[in-house]
Structure formats: structure tokens, C-alpha cells
């Protein structure tokens, strides 16, 4: 009988093992779980240990590409501690659609200084582009490999700066940015520069074959208007891809 008690009075007094008890790889691996919007709702709620593993859960998202048709529902102070990791943002605005609401979630998403060294691939498709636009890609454009500014309403006078600074720059895609005469292709910096996606307009064709026969290296995808056919100059040329009345 007294054994009995015994028995049952250690397993009265033994610890109760909770969530806090696993190490730092269990938890990392149950986070794992959760999505970005859950591990959010965890902080604060227990110690500044399942803070850190739920930060290190949102760091994760490297990749954030969305249209504001089903923008992300994350608040501003969300939305900069996802920009501290972010290695690539895509963002289509649309016409009909504010411009405002694409700056606004830009200039949060960029704001960290931490941004500029991670993030790589910059998307930035139907808005009209502007000077506040400009000052958002200046911001991080020194570490941009990866650059596509397609149906921005772009001129050359905004792109111009944007590709004096893009001093590691590898692809630029331009499609459907009709006030283009491309004098700023001119402007480029960066040396690893493999390939330029454009499309041609009543203003562009002379210094697209300018640009064309100065880096020979650099492969150039040419739309024709409307986008009906291309044809790729360059190292990379593709002889069945169009013909050189493309310009």
C-alpha cells in the first residue's frame, strides 16, 4: 500500500514538460509548421526565446511576389521586418489600380538598411512611374542582379539613374515602356550584364542598334510592337526567333 502512494506521489510532483522545455531545433522544426502570418501572432505571447524562433519562422519568407488585387494582409511593422530578409520582391500594381498602394507597400518593405545588401531581384510591373518610385529602387539598385521594370510608363530620364547605380546588374527587362528612346541603355555600369528584354516603339530603334553593336556580349531580346514576335541578338542569337525587321 505505501508503495502505492509513493508511486503516485512522484508522478504528482514530476515536472510537467511544456513547449518551452524542447531545445531550439524541435522548435525551429514545429515553426516550421506555422505560416508567416501564425508565427507573428506568437510573439509576445510566451518568452523572448519563442520571439527569436518565430522571427527566425519569418525570416524564412525570402521571396514575397504578389498583385494588389490580393495584397498580403500584413501590418507596416510586419511588412519591415519581412523586408530585412527579402532576396527577391515582386509587385503588379495595374493601371486602375492606386499607385499609391504599391509605393506605400515599397517604402515599407525597403526601408530597412538591411535591405539593400540581401535583396537581388527587384519586379515592378504596371505602375506609373514616378520620382518617389525612383527613390524607392535607388535605395537597394546597388545589389540588384535581377531588374524587371515592364509597363512602367518608364522615360529615360527615370531610368537613367537607376542604371548608373546598378553596379552588379545582370538582367533588365523593359517590355511595354513606350516613352523609351533608350538613350539610357547607354548608361549601364554594371560589367556582368548578360541580358536586356525590351520592346520597340516609333522612338527606340536607333540606339537599340546603337546599344546592340556596342556589347556585342550581351544578349538582347527584341519585341516587335504588341509583342506579336522577338528576336534575340547576342551571343545566344536564335535565328528562328524573328528577323532584323524586328528593328
Not at 518617389?132 to 509597363?151: A, H, Q, R, T
Not at 539610357?184 to 520597340?200: A, D, R, T, Y
Not at 546592340?212 to 550581351?218: D, K, Q
Not at 534575340?232 to 528593328?247: A, C, K, L, Q, S
Amino acid at each position: 500500500m505505501s508503495s502505492s502512494k509513493s508511486s503516485v506521489a512522484l508522478k504528482a510532483t514530476a515536472e510537467i514538460t511544456t513547449i518551452l522545455d524542447l531545445n531550439d531545433d524541435c522548435l525551429l522544426n514545429i515553426f516550421k509548421y506555422l505560416s508567416i502570418q501564425d508565427a507573428f501572432n506568437i510573439l509576445g505571447c510566451f518568452d523572448s526565446r519563442i520571439d527569436d524562433v518565430a522571427l527566425t519562422r519569418i525570416a524564412d519568407l525570402k521571396n514575397l511576389c504578389f498583385s494588389l488585387r490580393e495584397a498580403p494582409k500584413f501590418k507596416r511593422w510586419q511588412l519591415q521586418i519581412i523586408g530585412q530578409n527579402l532576396e527577391s520582391i515582386c509587385i503588379s500594381a495595374g493601371y486602375m489600380l492606386s499607385s499609391q498602394m504599391s509605393l506605400n507597400y515599397l517604402q515599407i518593405l525597403l526601408s530597412s538598411s538591411n535591405s539593400k545588401p540581401r535583396l537581388h531581384e527587384l519586379t515592378i510591373n504596371y505602375v506609373k512611374f514616378n520620382d518617389d518610385y525612383l527613390d524607392c529602387v535607388l535605395n537597394v539598385v546597388s545589389n540588384i542582379k535581377y531588374l524587371d521594370l515592364s509597363f512602367c510608363q518608364l522615360n529615360d530620364e527615370l531610368l537613367l539613374p537607376i542604371l548608373e547605380r546598378a553596379e552588379k546588374l545582370q538582367i533588365l527587362k523593359l517590355i511595354a515602356n513606350y516613352n523609351l528612346e533608350c538613350k539610357s541603355l547607354h548608361h549601364i555600369q554594371s560589367p556582368h550584364l548578360n541580358f536586356v528584354e525590351l520592346e520597340m516603339n516609333l522612338r527606340c530603334g536607333i540606339e537599340v542598334k546603337k546599344f546592340i553593336a556596342e556589347h556585342v556580349n550581351v544578349n538582347v531580346a527584341v519585341h516587335s510592337p504588341s509583342r506579336l514576335s522577338y528576336i534575340t541578338y547576342g551571343p545566344n542569337r536564335n535565328e528562328n526567333e524573328g528577323n532584323d525587321e524586328t528593328i
